[in-house]
């Protein structure tokens, strides 16, 4: 089992979640819940794991706040 992390954002313009992982090129969906999207991405990820292991161009550290004054 692995285990990856998705970013999530939530588009203005059509109401959809839209996600990603972080440097897993074509590892990205988007959905009207979090749900489907969550199903989106595991399918997109297991179709691209079907041409091997990926080498991951990045990893995701976490967040951080930026107070600009």
Sequence with gaps: MKIYTAIIEKCRDTGLYVGFIPGFTGA????????EL????????????????????AEFVGTQNVVVA
């Design 28 to 35: 990205h969906s988007q959905a009207e819940s979090l749900d």
């Design 38 to 57: 969550n199903q989106n991405l595991r399918e997109v990820i297991q179709m691209l794991l079907e041409d091997g292991e990926p080498i991951l161009e």
